[in-house]
């Protein structure tokens, strides 16, 4: 089942990491080594509204502890992939094979248990309910103590903690966006998966997303990333997919992908470099 997408891999797969620095008191987790495990295989997913095929037999590999994004333009099925793995949509074909448990006969609720959290489009945070209530909202299936998780959450967005009362509505978009990256992680997610975390923001706020994204990603969190800011998402991730009207057409490293002539062309616009 899976798909002929064209890889566009010169060499072997490997590509330089761009590493943040990071802030004092971080593990490296990342740099302890990547398992080189797939954590996520989807094959031959499909997705279908009424008798139109969204999603048309894509497959694609997660690794533990790497940044994997899809990329492509408007209605190109990235969100509806990104749904169907968190069981918000019905596949109507193929598997979805996380940390080996097979998850398209699942609920979104026992997804959420085996270790992947959702970052919605458009953030969607509880615009009524404070900072600290909406990252509560995130750990909603834990009985367990999440003093420490919030004070993680909050020594990665110290924004955020300035505002732990601060009803969630009167936060700008970037830091209801960091809210909402921070609310999924209080579910302590084996992945995380991000749609469109930039959308809508303004560059100086995008570029912050990113960082987060990497830190998070450098203290070992694996991350599915849907973008339409090619650029952005290239240059963070080891690995990409680009779909096309429900099919993926391209793979490669970040770096291949970035540097690909029919990436710059449709997707980086062609003075990119
Ligand atoms: P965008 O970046 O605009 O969200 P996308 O690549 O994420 O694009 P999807 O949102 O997955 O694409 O949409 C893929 C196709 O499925 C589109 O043609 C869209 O109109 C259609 N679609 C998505 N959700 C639904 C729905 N609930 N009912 C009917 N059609 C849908």
Redesign the pocket.
């Known amino acids: 089942m899976s798909d002929k997408n064209k890889n566009v891999a010169s060499t072997g797969n490997t590509v330089g990491k761009v590493t943040s620095a990071g802030g004092p008191g971080f593990g490296n987790k990342r740099e302890e080594g990547l398992s080189g495990k797939v954590l996520l295989k989807v094959d031959g997913l499909k997705v279908s ?2 008798g ?1 095929e ?1 999603v048309r037999g894509i497959s694609f590999d997660v690794p533990e502890g790497e940044i994997v994004t899809l990329i ?10 990104l749904r169907a793995i968190v069981g918000l949509e019905k596949a109507a074909g193929g598997t979805i094979t996380f940390n080996g448990a097979e998850l398209t006969s699942m609920g979104t609720e026992q997804i959420v248990k085996n270790g992947i959290t959702l970052v919605p ?1 458009g953030r969607r945070v509880f615009v009524n309910l404070s900072v600290y209530e909406n990252l509560r909202m995130g750990a909603y299936l834990r009985k367990d103590d999440l003093s420490a998780d919030l004070e993680w959450v909050y020594s990665l967005f110290p924004r955020l903690k300035e505002r732990h009362w601060q009803a969630a509505g009167t936060l700008s978009g970037g830091e209801q966006q960091m809210l909402a990256i921070a609310r999924a992680l209080m579910s302590r997610p084996q992945m995380i998966m991000m749609d ?1 975390p930039s959308l809508g923001l303004a560059p100086i706020i995008v570029q912050e997303v990113f960082d987060i994204i990497r830190e998070i990603n450098r203290q070992g969190m694996t991350i599915l990333l ?1 973008e ?1 800011n090619a650029n952005m998402a290239l240059k963070a991730a080891d690995k990409g997919y680009v ?1 096309e009207t ?1 099919r993926i057409t391209l793979n490669g490293t970040g770096m291949e992908l970035a540097e690909n002539d029919e990436v710059k062309e449709a997707y980086l616009g062609k003075s990119h470099k």
Request: glycine fraction near 24%.
């Open positions: 509204y009424g139109i969204a492509g333009a408007n209605g190109a099925g990235k969100s509806s992939t489009e469109e849907v339409q779909m429900g």
